[in-house]
């Protein structure tokens, strides 16, 4: 089956700086690959997605790339803002059928003023 | 719609006793989910559904874990005997069939057996 690994398991920046999250998944089937922001003692929630078929996509401050050779997609954030500190969560899917979504660990990101 | 809606939102019981988590979806989502989630391991699929037929129950823990869809509109976990390390946020999720892999999560049910 699938299996996604998240680095780091922290992160912790400055105010204005950027911040970087990495994945990788062990399924080459895998074709969708969303990220999801879970603030402290709430639901986690779809921020910003990629499918198999577009290298990366960005939407304001957040962008996210993928290798499908290597089997890694990434999330960047960039000009971090205090409200950007949650757990960042990247997941794996494929579409033939089956709509099994596998989360990685998890990233605790703590932006400082 | 008021999105996905769980109850209760918090339980505390004690070792053995049975506990049953309720989840109603998104109307017109295809697919429910139900997740665990702890420090330890992370958000953990349990089961999912689609059209209200079991799909995928590999990540249920053991016979001590069971979940039913009955219609399209309710769905309920169940856990008997509930032991302590039971204890978590068990999250249910629904989606759509025309927006595969984006789940709509409910607040969750913060389980705490004792």
């Known amino acids: 089956g699938e299996n996604v690994e998240q680095h780091p398991s922290t992160l912790s920046v400055q105010e204005g700086d950027s911040a970087v999250i990495k994945c990788t998944y062990s399924?080459?089937?895998?074709?969708?690959f969303p990220w999801y922001k879970q603030e402290l003692g709430k639901r986690p929630q779809l921020i910003i997605d990629i499918r198999s078929n577009v290298g990366e996509k960005k939407d304001q401050r957040i962008a996210v790339t993928l290798n499908k050779t290597a089997k890694h997609f990434s999330l960047h954030i960039t000009e971090t803002q205090p409200e950007d500190s949650a757990v960042y969560f990247c997941a794996a899917s494929r579409r033939d059928g089956y709509n099994k979504l596998i989360f990685g660990a998890g990233t605790r990101l703590a932006v400082h003023p | 719609d008021a999105g996905v809606i769980q109850s209760p939102r918090h339980e505390v019981t004690e070792m053995g006793q049975e506990v049953t988590l309720r989840c109603k979806p998104i109307s017109g989502h295809d697919y429910l989910f139900w997740y665990r989630q702890t420090m330890m391991r992370g958000l953990e699929l349990l089961i999912y559904f689609n059209n209200n037929v079991p799909i995928d129950d590999s990540g249920m823990p053991e016979d001590r874990f069971s979940a039913k869809m009955p219609n399209a509109s309710f769905s309920t976990l169940k856990i008997q005997p509930s032991e302590p390390r039971d204890s978590a946020v068990y999250f249910c999720?629904?989606?759509?069939?025309?927006?595969?892999?984006?789940?709509?999560f409910g607040e969750g049910s913060r389980l705490t057996v004792l």
């Open positions: 999720a629904s989606s759509s069939e025309l927006k595969v892999g984006e789940l709509f």
């Open positions: 399924d080459s089937a895998s074709n969708y």
